[in-house]
Nanobody, 127 residues
Framework: VQLQASGGGLVQAGGSLRLSCAAS????????VGWFRQIPGKERESVAAINWGGGRTFYANSAKGRFTMTRDNAKNTVYLQMSSLKPEDTAVYYC?????????????????????WGQGTQVTVSS
């Protein structure tokens, strides 16, 4: 499966952005999907994940209460709605497919749980 993240941009602190991750080829193939982000010079970190059915989500502490992950399997797209953005949210955001349909019971936040990665989209939050 090929993934393409989009929707990044420049926004002021306190603003909102919605990222999209579109699948092509084999679509999401019944898999959960995660969002990660990376600041230059730092390790990539988990942000959120969602199971195949969309009924279960997982969030990093930094994202809880501000970010919402959803998916539309009919459109082969997952979304990350980001609100109350902070300068420390500035990063390149990546989406990836999980090895299973539901990360529940796994270390959903670990990169090793994901097998296909898309190109990232830059999010810049100005103060």
């Amino acid at each position: 499966v090929q993934l393409q993240a989009s929707g990044g941009g420049l926004v002021q602190a306190g603003g909102s952005l919605r990222l999209s991750c579109a699948a092509s080829g084999r679509t999401f193939s019944g898999k959960a999907v995660g969002w990660f982000r990376q600041i230059p010079g730092k390790e990539r970190e988990s942000v959120a994940a969602i199971n195949w059915g969309g009924g279960r989500t997982f969030y990093a502490n930094s994202a809880k209460g501000r970010f919402t992950m959803t998916r539309d399997n009919a459109k082969n797209t997952v979304y990350l709605q980001m609100s109350s953005l902070k300068p420390e949210d500035t990063a390149v955001y990546y989406c990836a497919t999980h090895r299973s349909a539901d990360p529940y019971g796994t270390n959903w936040f670990r990169e090793t749980q994901y097998d296909s990665w898309g190109q990232g989209t830059q999010v810049t939050v100005s103060s």
